[in-house]
């Protein structure tokens, strides 16, 4: 009898000694997933939603261009503007900052530059075209229209 | 040397727990998921000032016209249109395979295509005032949006002249539009059915500029 009662004096406690292991694993996990933001976007983004997504395959090779209503209205005004690293550019500057992003890449990368367009759904399509124009002049062609996934409408 | 070096002088880690959640935390907060997707296009190259126009003469059958206007309503194949985006995409993909004329080329590719879309085109298909064949110049999908337009919409409708496509390219090697989508190009055996899928119809989608 004494054998069986000495098997049933278990403790309950849950061992919390590899709790600090935990915490550093998700840690970890959060550290390296982590991409510090470089540019504040000053555009009104809500990216319209899409279900024919394709995924960028070499981040490297990508530039950002944002297009939105100004979220400072007072200052700004409320029509759309184009966004290219910190500041707001007009659409005679894009040329001028898609070669400034290509020096960025080595020669052999040059012509394979994607640029993102993070554009408000409530832009018009004027200013979009206007920026699709000069991405022509300026041989930047791949271009990518930044969207989220959205369901299957009916 | 009787001065107490026995005992090691430990740094306490009782708080290292702590520590390391204030840590987890920070970047839990900072932390914004990368979210790099989108629908990828290519712009045709810069008109060249050197060079008159060409004028590429098409069957007005084989474009498939998609007009939106700056009151975001849609005229498709000149009669105004009501239906949703996924009446939009059936439409397209009707006209891709339709396979009204087939040039010889059209044929190779019909025979290439699997039951399941054979019997799509039979059904669907084969209709003389709508495209001849897949194959390049003869069904082209051409969307115009004016100035006005939203992007939003402009975007809808790019959506599904693409998931038309991406149906056709996925239903042609066996697999789902999504899967088709996450194909690996790295990989030899996925680059294989990549190109297989597109073989013979191209992804011809003219966006026009708007005026």
């Given amino acids: ?154 | 040397m009787p001065r107490g070096n026995r005992d090691t002088p430990e740094v306490s880690s009782g708080s290292m727990a702590d520590i390391a959640f204030l840590l987890l935390i920070f970047f839990l907060v900072t932390t914004t998921i990368a979210n790099d997707k989108g629908i990828a296009m290519l712009l045709p190259p810069p008109p060249d000032p050197n060079q008159e126009d060409i004028e590429i003469k098409l069957q007005e059958r084989n474009i498939f016209k998609i007009l939106a206007n700056s009151q975001d309503k849609m005229l498709v194949e000149n009669e105004p249109y009501t239906g949703s985006m996924e009446d939009l995409k059936e439409d397209v993909k009707k006209f891709i395979l339709n396979f009204g004329n087939p040039s010889a080329d059209g044929i190779e590719v019909y025979n290439s295509l699997p039951p399941s879309l054979k019997t799509y085109v039979n059904q669907n298909g084969k209709r003389p005032e709508s495209s001849d064949d897949p194959t390049s110049g003869n069904a082209v999908v051409s969307f115009k949006a004016a100035r006005g337009t939203t992007y939003e919409l402009y975007i809808q409708i790019l959506d599904a002249v693409n998931a038309a496509y991406n149906e056709v390219y996925a239903e042609r090697v066996g697999i789902t539009a999504d899967e088709w989508l996450t194909l690996d190009k790295d990989d030899d055996i996925q680059k294989d059915m990549y190109k297989r899928s597109r073989q013979g119809i191209p992804r011809a989608i003219s966006i026009a500029e708007p005026d």
Avoid: C, H, W
């Avoid at chain 1, 590899?18 to 555009?43: G, H, N, S, W």
């Fill in chain 1, 1 to 154: 009898m004494s054998k069986f009662k000495k098997t049933s004096k278990s403790s309950n406690d849950i061992p919390t000694a590899a709790l600090p292991d935990i915490i550093f694993m998700l840690l970890f996990f959060f550290m390296v997933t982590t991409v510090l933001r470089e540019t504040d976007i000053m555009v009104k983004q809500k990216l319209p939603k899409a279900t024919q997504l394709t995924k960028i395959e070499r981040k490297s090779l990508v530039s950002y261009i944002y297009m939105g209503e100004p979220k400072n209205t007072s200052l700004y005004g409320d029509e759309p503007k184009i966004q290219v690293n910190d500041v707001f550019v007009v659409k005679e500057d894009i040329v001028q900052f898609v070669n400034q992003e290509k020096d960025k890449l080595s020669e052999v990368e040059r012509d394979q530059i994607t640029m993102s367009m993070k554009v408000d759904e409530a832009v018009k399509m004027g200013i979009v075209s206007d920026v699709q124009q000069e991405l022509r002049k300026a041989n930047a062609r791949k271009l990518l229209y930044s969207s989220l996934k959205g369901l299957q409408e009916d």
